[in-house]
């Protein structure tokens, strides 16, 4: 799946299956959970070896914020593919000139 793909995906989703439209607001700190759920994966699996046990999904809290961010990006209108190579360029850019 694409970017394109994950956006319109998101949209049907929240248009078909809830009774509300995401508010950006909650969507937000709905963001920053999921981003504690990552840290929290990524310490669970790079931790000391008796916390290894601990079950850590990390391909899934990612999966989580990229909902998210799919969420607010939608309400706002902004293009998660363009978005990226607007990035994607000023990295490049900077690269380029030795910063």
């Given amino acids: 799946m694409n970017l394109k793909e994950l956006q319109k995906w998101v949209q049907e989703d929240w248009d078909n299956f809830s ?4 508010d950006p607001h909650l969507q937000l700190i ?5 981003l504690g759920e990552v840290a929290e994966s ?3 699996l790079t ?18 914020v990229l909902i998210a961010i799919a969420t607010i990006a939608n309400h706002y209108n ?3 593919s363009s978005a990226i190579e607007k990035t994607k360029k000023k ?3 900077r690269h380029n000139k030795g910063i």
């Avoid at 709905?30 to 999921?34: A, S």
Wanted: glycine share 8%; hydrophobic share 30%; proline share 3%.
């Fill in 19 to 22: 009774k509300e439209k995401p």
């Fill in 30 to 34: 709905y963001l920053f959970e999921e």
């Fill in 42 to 44: 990524i310490r669970k």
């Fill in 47 to 64: 931790g000391n070896k008796e916390r290894k046990k601990i079950e850590a999904d990390l391909e899934g809290e990612i999966g989580d």
């Fill in 78 to 80: 902004v293009d998660l």
């Fill in 91 to 93: 990295i490049v850019d």
